[in-house]
T-cell receptor, first 117, second 115 residues
């Protein structure tokens, strides 16, 4: 079974500083990987996705992530944090259920990002 | 194009009652998945429906059930509610094209509180 581990349940950075959120995955097949963001009292919004087309993936709001197969990692970064980035971030791997088109997401436990002014 | 909608947004029930949550997918999306989010267990997959058939199911007791209608709208039902069922229930829809990635789009969720 596939799994995801997010290192650090809470990350705090200063406004303008580098954001680095860590994600490691376990998968026996080439995975699909995702980063989602969740703002308070809202659902999940897709930030970016890895589908094997390119190892460096750019997403919305200035975020990007690099797929490193040798390290089984898919860390999320943003060069300069903004106050509006404060939210919870989830890394997820797509578990191919073996049925055509049927996929379920396996999520990490989430990382709460706090931005200090 | 309208996003995934879920009703109601908030719900308060007591132990032993049953509850039905509704999800309307993005127009044209045929697959609907349900997830439970709790502080302790995080985000967990409940089940996925496509063409009115459940194709995949997570590790939840039989009290949790769902269905999908011909217009792709989906409902999930929880019977004999327990305090531990208090959670945010998220619905996601996808196009479900054959092969490749089927990106899931999430609704705002239904916050269920069991007293």
């Amino acid at each position: 079974a596939q799994s995801v581990t997010q290192l650090g349940s809470h990350v705090s950075v200063s406004e303008g500083a580098l954001v680095l959120l860590r994600c490691n995955y376990s998968s026996s097949v080439p995975p699909y990987l995702f980063w989602y963001v969740q703002y308070p009292n809202q659902g999940l919004q897709l930030l970016l996705k890895y589908t094997s087309a390119a190892t460096l993936v750019k997403g919305i709001n200035g975020f990007e992530a690099e797929f490193k197969k040798s390290e089984t990692s898919f860390h999320l970064t943003k060069p300069s944090a903004h106050m509006s980035d404060a939210a919870e971030y989830f890394c997820a791997v797509s578990d191919h259920a073996g049925v055509q088109g049927a996929q379920k997401l396996v999520f990490g436990q989430g990382t709460r990002l706090t931005i200090n002014p | 194009k309208a996003g995934v909608t879920q009703t109601p947004r908030y719900l308060i029930k007591t132990r032993g009652q049953q509850v039905t949550l509704s999800c309307s997918p993005i127009s044209g999306h045929r697959s609907v998945s349900w997830y439970q989010q709790t502080p302790g267990q995080g985000l967990q997959f409940l089940f996925e429906y496509f063409s009115e058939t459940q194709r995949n199911k997570g590790n939840f007791p039989g009290r949790f059930s769902g269905r999908q209608f011909s217009n792709s709208r989906s409902e999930m039902n929880v019977s004999t509610l327990e305090l531990g069922d208090s959670a945010l229930y998220l619905c996601a829809s996808s196009l479900n094209l054959a092969g490749g990635l089927n990106e899931q789009f999430f609704g705002p969720g239904t916050r269920l509180t069991v007293l």
